[in-house]
């Protein structure tokens, strides 16, 4: 963690100098700071102040102090009743009344903070008040140079460093590792689920975003702060409108590097009503998105449920480098339901070649289906599975195992068996299992293989990295 | 404020891009439209562009299939009347109809959208849709998105050539990146045949 932490810092210090001479963006700074203070900390333990403090506290590798305007420690903390006493501070979190905040932002900046993160709400969500306030703020901050994140939002995560912002606390809600999906969200609501999901499915988080209002820093930025960050490969973005022009470039670049999926929220607002083109009057704003979803190689989710599905194999599944799958089962039924879906998706169930059915046959007994799927029947033991699964993945992109727990001869040991032959081949591997018994569920996805629960949604994420890498693979020719 | 642009300058842009236009002519009287006639023979195609109807069907300010000299000057006569209006005389032709059209939004930019139907696109909602600049591959992937694919391969006898389209729309995609200023676009319809890609209107609302 030290090393992180210094390493952090020189790299800070070099951005800093990038900032003198110019620099416009300061993004990077809120998720390397290692000088934190929490403006607004309480001493009641279920406030929002008080979580803050406490998750920093506990969590964060690098300093951090608290604002109040009494003087009694706070978890054994002494703290500060100014700004003005803390020293060196880097990032702020603001947790204080709506109407206080741009009194506490004013004096962030006076101190020379420049990134400042408002947690609170009560502004343009509430109506024309709040907008006012929204207008001071954004004053403030022109003035002192600041950069805001937020206000009206849980703030930022980065389990690295144990810099946590939000007011979550980690008796209730399972936070993710550090891993190499980045959450971008305009609810903290969806983000707070997101991380719980995450946390559950064990996908590691680089970084956490909740952007709330966006009255300063906006989705773009981030978009494009995440496109360069280099602990992140996959992007997971919630969001019901965008605020920036440069929003379309912005996206198509960043998706030329990385995954990202998204959740629209608003589908259904109308287009400009007054259209009096059939052009504008068909492309309303949601087409319109969709329409650079397609264009741009951005995968789009339905629902929460189909976020999370796509996520768990981008994040941990490489991409197919065909559209062959093999489907290797030990329930009829589910394959033929596999089957039906691969079909209506454009994957691709060839049938296995001679020399692989040669070789199976020898080993195998006489029951078993050498076909796609590949039916190892009910009788199947861990064994039969790996010794199938290594034949089949020299000449399949893709690998959906069926298996059914419910029945006597299958074991748990069949984890570490596929987890085997998945580590070194290199192909994207997905479970269909189903069944009242979690635990084995769980097993497989600590070991990186997500498992789903219906044939549907493991055929639809596989077709989601399939689609990806024809997107990647195609990426700037022109046919 | 955004408004239309007259028809003779909408079809001169999109002649300065190569975009095909049926034969046509703007006249100023009925002699040039009988010259019109001489030239490209019946059925032909009458029509008034007025900035203050914005839709020629519902104003009656179009008459499809005129097929002699009588009903040519019947229906001259009627439109002659329209004050500031701009005449254009075409050939009649028939084939698939489609239509191509461009939108502006004022965050994201420029969009192009190609759709099965004509005028009835509206009502098969068979369309799709891309952001300015579109390459081959994405006017490609625009057409196989659309529910009549299987006319760009032949259908019952019939087909429309995937090519011309491809053509056409790419044409409109560059004149669209170098005229920002235009705020709405349709060319409806664009009729397809086995050999080309024509379009019988068009439409412009551009900034004043």
């Known amino acids: ?479 | 404020m955004q408004k239309p642009i007259a028809a003779s300058k909408a079809v001169k842009l999109l002649s300065s891009y190569g975009i095909n236009f049926v034969p046509h002519k703007f006249c100023k009287n009925f002699g040039e439209c009988k010259d019109f006639a001489k030239k490209h023979g019946y059925p032909l195609v009458l029509k008034a562009y007025s900035p203050r109807f914005l839709h020629k069907t519902e104003a009656k300010l179009l008459f499809v299939g005129i097929s002699n000299q009588r009903e040519l000057a019947k229906a001259y006569k009627k439109l002659a009347k329209i004050k500031d209006a701009e005449i254009m005389i075409q050939k009649f032709i028939s084939g698939f109809e489609f239509m191509v059209g461009v939108k502006r939004d004022y965050l994201l930019g420029h969009f192009l959208l190609v759709g099965s139907g004509g005028i009835y696109t509206e009502l098969f909602k068979d369309f799709a849709l891309r952001r300015i600049p579109i390459n081959a591959k994405d006017a490609k992937e625009m057409l196989v998105e659309l529910k009549v694919r299987k006319l760009f391969k032949g259908f019952r006898g019939k087909k429309c050539n995937m090519q011309a389209m491809i053509d056409l729309m790419l044409k409109l995609s560059k004149l669209v990146l170098k005229n920002e200023w235009i705020a709405e676009l349709d060319l409806n319809p664009v009729v397809v045949d086995e050999k080309s890609a024509q379009v019988v209107d068009v439409r412009i609302l551009g900034d004043d």
């Open chain 1, 1 to 479: 963690m030290n090393e992180i932490f210094s390493k952090g810092r020189e790299r800070y210090l070099l951005k800093n100098k990038e900032v003198e001479k110019g620099c416009p963006s300061m993004i990077e700074r809120f998720f390397e700071a290692r000088n934190v203070v929490v403006i607004g900390v309480s001493h009641n333990p279920k406030k929002v102040g008080h979580v803050i403090f406490r998750n920093l506290v506990r969590k964060f590798v690098g300093r951090v102090c608290g604002v109040n305007q009494g003087t009694k420690p706070i978890l054994g903390r002494k703290l500060y009743t100014s700004i003005a006493d803390a020293k060196n501070v880097e990032l702020a979190v603001v947790a204080v009344k709506a109407e206080k905040v741009p009194k506490v932002v004013e004096g962030c900046g006076k101190v020379g903070i420049k990134n400042v993160i408002v947690i609170s709400g009560g502004f343009s969500e509430l109506g024309e008040e709040g907008k006012k306030l929204e207008q001071e703020l954004l004053k403030i901050c022109k003035k002192h140079g600041i950069r805001l994140l937020g206000p009206n939002t849980l703030g930022i995560y980065v389990p690295k460093y144990g810099l946590d912002t939000t007011f979550l606390s980690d008796e209730k809600i399972c936070k993710p590792r550090h891993g190499k999906v980045a959450i971008l969200t305009q609810s903290g609501a969806i983000g707070c689920l997101l991380l719980d999901m995450l946390g559950k499915a064990n996908v590691g988080v680089s970084k956490f975003i909740s952007y709330g209002n966006a009255i300063d820093v906006n989705a773009t930025e981030l978009l494009e702060f995440l496109g360069k960050d280099k602990d992140t490969g996959v992007i997971v973005w919630f969001f019901e409108g965008v605020k920036s022009r440069r929003f379309a470039e912005v996206l198509q670049e960043v998706s030329k590097k990385k995954s990202i999926i998204v959740l629209k929220g608003g589908k259904t607002k109308e287009g400009s009503r007054a259209a009096s083109s059939h052009t504008a009057s068909m492309a309303g704003d949601y087409e319109l998105f969709r329409a650079m979803f397609k264009q741009y190689g951005v995968l789009e989710a339905e629902n929460l449920e189909e976020l999370l599905d796509y996520v768990k194999a981008f994040a941990t599944q490489p991409l197919p480098t065909g559209r062959k799958v093999c489907i290797l089962t030990d329930a009829g039924g589910f394959g033929v339901l596999a089957s039906d879906v691969c079909q209506k998706l454009g994957l691709e169930l060839k049938l296995p070649s001679k020399r692989l059915i040669e070789k199976l046959s020898k080993v195998m007994p006489r029951h078993i289906v050498l076909s796609n799927p590949l039916d190892v029947t009910g009788d199947a033991d861990a064994e039969r599975y790996e010794t199938c699964l290594k034949e089949v993945v020299k000449e399949y992109d893709a690998i959906l195992l069926i298996m059914l727990f419910q029945l006597p001869m299958l074991g748990y040991e069949v984890v570490e068996r596929v987890a085997r032959v998945w580590r070194k081949v290199k192909k994207p591997i997905v479970i269909c299992s189903h069944g009242s018994r979690q635990e084995v569920f769980q097993k497989f996805e600590a070991c990186g293989i997500p498992v789903y629960p219906s044939p549907e949604r493991a055929v639809k994420a596989l077709a989601a990295l399939y689609q990806r890498f024809e997107f990647v693979s195609s990426k700037g020719k022109i046919c």
